[in-house]
């Protein structure tokens, strides 16, 4: 039985997603160094904000498939270390996107209106009214500094309250941020003109200390700043300055540059600056939504089924995941069967997406088929995840080209792969949404479902041949399950499928190639 470790935190609705697949131990105060020592007995960690899922300890991680975050940010798992060992890394884009928005909104008007020193006052026995003066958000200009899932929310709430709205994000178009009522402007305009700037943006390295002692200069003496993205997107130093000399009226902050927060000039600040613990996803609402989201993916990983928020498998977006489903195991299968066929080391892999599947969307099918031609070589060691740079390190080049009009079935793929020992193809398509068959071998039209032990021949269009190979098969005690020939004219060249019960022995092939009229022979296990 699979083994999961949950290392954070994570709602019970989760826990009982991953107990129907697997023994589940949940240990939520390992030091790293503890977590190096056992990581080694799981299949699968999942975790929040609190693990930080170093190259240590994915190097440990032997038997790891899958690192699941139970939320956004993968900014504390080294994804392209877990991407090398072929772990796929998945998370929960938008089961926190409302909690998270809404702890934003919380943080301006809290700040705006002093409410935590207010009511620490109150509860220490005072009445005091004059400091507590605050600021309204109405007609104010909030500048939201990433317009993605949260910033939009963002945006739609603080409209309500009639701010007037502006944006900085390099990857949104003018229309989208129209559509939300949002001004697209350059950074520096943005913190010159605004009264609140909310950050939502990932922490990169193109955005650490993006805001900083210059950004600070620029803004207003009245702006206030909240940061439920990332700690390091501002400087923290810098801002505690800024802060200190009134250069900025104050910020709320719910993530730091290291959590937990420890020593920090932003703690003997006063009313100007609100801190809470890294609370933005915490609400039972989205404690919910990320656990069974992401401990779902977990499930399917672990049953072998891919997964629908992958953060390092290009393209699997849960819509486009849905309509490819059924194709993925023809990819694979297909490119499975002409890696076998073309033996030795494959250099150019050809992928052609036909029919329906002429689209971008159908990308991650290069992978599947890649993964498949792959097989032979890793076994389970190739994925969805390390398929391309396993490619890569192979030096197999791989083209992807599509053709709308072949219209034979819905959709279909040619799959063509040259290597040491010549060029080889094979078709297939879905019969019926979900029954692969194969419908072209070397451009010789056929159409047979493929089968745990295969034979093809190349041979001559003769009569006997079909005989003569049919009593070696039998003296080696190999039973024929089914036979299909292909051929372009007849008494022409030929191509023969047989599915067979057994396995072919070794040495059978040689006998094969004898027979006057078969030309090459390959076998081939599905
Ligand atoms: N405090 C908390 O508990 C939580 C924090 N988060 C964090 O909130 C942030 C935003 O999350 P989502 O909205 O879900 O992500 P998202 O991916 O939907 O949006 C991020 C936006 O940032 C933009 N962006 C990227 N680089 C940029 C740059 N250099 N300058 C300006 N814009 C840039 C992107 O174009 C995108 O529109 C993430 O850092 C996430 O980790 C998310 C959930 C809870
Ligand atoms: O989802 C995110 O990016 C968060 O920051 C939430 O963190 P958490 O799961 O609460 O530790």
């Not at 010549?422 to 010789?444: Q, R, Y």
């Amino acid at each position: 039985m699979s083994k999961i470790l949950v290392s954070d935190p994570i709602d019970q609705a989760g826990i009982d997603i991953l107990s129907q697949v697997a023994a589940v131990d949940v240990k939520t105060t390992l030091k790293p160094e503890e977590l190096i020592e056992i990581i080694g007995e799981y299949d699968a960690l999942m975790i929040r904000s609190g693990t930080r899922v170093t190259q240590e300890i994915i190097e440990a991680g032997t038997q790891l498939k899958i690192i699941g975050r139970a939320g956004v940010g993968v900014d504390n798992v080294d994804v392209p270390a877990a991407t090398r060992k072929g772990i796929v890394v998945v998370n929960s884009p938008e089961g926190n996107t409302i909690a998270a928005a809404e702890h934003a909104i919380a943080m301006m008007l809290s700040m705006s209106r002093h409410i935590p020193d207010a009511n620490a006052s109150v509860k220490r026995g005072e009445w005091d009214r004059k400091t507590f003066v605050g600021a309204e958000v109405y007609k104010k200009t909030l500048g939201v500094v990433g317009l993605g899932k949260i910033g939009s929310h963002v945006a739609n709430v603080a409209k309500a309250m009639g701010m007037k709205l502006l944006a900085f994000d390099p990857f949104i178009s003018r229309e989208r941020a129209e559509q939300l009522g949002c001004q697209l402007v350059d950074l520096d305009l943005l913190v010159q003109q605004s009264d609140y700037i909310t950050l939502h943006i990932p922490k990169t390295p193109e955005t650490t200390h993006l805001i900083n002692a210059e950004m600070l200069a620029k803004m207003k003496p009245t702006t206030r700043i909240i940061n439920c993205a990332r700690g390091g997107i501002i400087d923290e130093q810098a801002l505690a300055v800024a802060i200190q000399q009134g250069q900025i009226a104050g910020a709320a902050l719910d993530v730091y540059e290291s959590e937990p927060l420890k020593d920090s000039p932003l703690k003997s600040l006063g009313k100007e600056i609100i801190l809470t613990p890294h609370l933005g996803a915490s609400t039972t609402e989205a404690q919910v939504n990320v656990a069974i989201d992401v401990a779902e993916q977990i499930r399917d990983v672990l049953l072998g089924l891919p997964a629908r928020s992958a953060v390092n498998i290009p393209g699997l977006s849960p819509d486009v995941l849905q309509e490819l489903k059924p194709y993925m195991q023809l990819a694979e299968t297909l490119g499975n069967l002409v890696g076998q066929l073309a033996g030795g080391r494959v250099e150019l892999f050809n992928v052609r997406l036909q029919g329906e599947l002429a689209t971008n969307k159908s990308q991650p099918l290069v992978i599947a088929a890649l993964k498949g031609l792959l097989y032979q070589a890793l076994r389970e060691r190739v994925n969805y995840v390390n398929a391309n740079i396993e490619a890569k390190e192979r030096g197999i080049r791989v083209i992807e080209t599509r053709d709308a009009s072949v219209r034979d079935y819905a959709g279909s793929l040619h799959l063509e792969a040259t290597g040491t020992l010549g060029t080889h193809s094979v078709t297939g398509a879905l019969l019926g949404e979900k029954e692969i068959h194969l419908t072209d071998i070397d451009g010789f039209p056929i159409n047979v479902p493929p089968n745990k032990h295969m034979l093809f021949t190349l041979h001559r269009d003769m009569p006997g041949i079909i005989g003569k190979l049919g009593s070696i098969l039998g003296s080696f005690n190999v039973n024929i399950a089914s036979m299909q020939v292909g051929r372009k004219i007849v008494r022409g060249d030929a191509v023969m499928a047989l599915s067979l019960d057994d396995p072919l022995p070794d040495g059978i092939l040689s006998e094969i190639t004898k027979v006057p009229g078969i030309r090459d022979a390959y076998t081939v296990t599905l």
